[in-house]
């Protein structure tokens, strides 16, 4: 009889453990699913109206995702305008121009204003031309306007080292320029004819977007960077400011509700999605802050070498 009676408490104790592991286990689930969402631009605000912010930031390359997040905001109810910010020194010209077009795509649906942070130059000042209205700040670094190509020449280091690389290509102008010969005047001309033609893109786009001439800026067809202010006095930007001065241009000119929050749009990956996204994120986040991460990233070497294309991009001169 006893034996019977510790087997039917057994049970009934084996039952009650299963019910809280069950219970635990749908609470983690929908903690999931809110904890997803709340990373999620879909979800932020459960659909109220409000002012998406982007952060454009770092070497620009064509970001699927961040392209993909553009077209959300665009086609969104709850989102109202749309804030961008930028703090890049630049990165590929294609990028550039992808995040140009994409954001004329959402400035025909909703006003679009940029706010530019310690540096928006070359390829990053092609973003903010996709706005409607250009914040910037005092002491800003922005302009640059310009295209260049830049490849290692290795051809005399290989000689000192008795190395012969040897290649069959199917025309003289292929693979020109390379880093194992040097450029012949051929490649030379041909090569000078594409960063042309880019800059003369470039150039055009400045000129339509601020409706000026961009002969009549001193240093501007040279490439030369401006800060903020100068850049307002030659009418690259429209005023001086932050974010709260690029808010209010939308509640006073484009009657944006002044009620409406500004809510952080972020681009929906595959890896945010996995069980370990936030590890990873504080790993990446604390490798950013050490002095090996920040070395790397401040390195031309890490950054401007492995673009590939056209390049949009300022950095101080190391000379």
Known sequence: MTAEIDTVLDRRHLRRRLTIWRALAVVAAVAA????GASND???GFGTKQIARISISGTITEDRDQLELLKKIANSDSAAALLVFVNSPGGTTTGGEALFGALRDVAKKKPVVAQFGTVAASAGYIVGLGADHIVTRANTITGSVGVLIQWPEVSQMLDKLGIKFNEIKSGDLKAV??????LNPEGQKVTQAMIDEGFRWFLGLVEERRGIKADQIPGLTQGRVFTGREALQLKLVDAIGGEDEAVDWLRKERHVDSSLKVVDWKPQTAASWGLFSSLGSAAASFFNHTYLG????R???ATGLGLDGFISVWHPSEK
């Open 33 to 36: 699913v809110f904890a997803l």
């Open 42 to 44: 879909e979800w932020t």
């Open 177 to 182: 320029p390379s880093p194992f010969e040097p």
């Open 294 to 297: 920040q070395m790397l990233a």
């Open 299 to 301: 390195a031309p070497s």
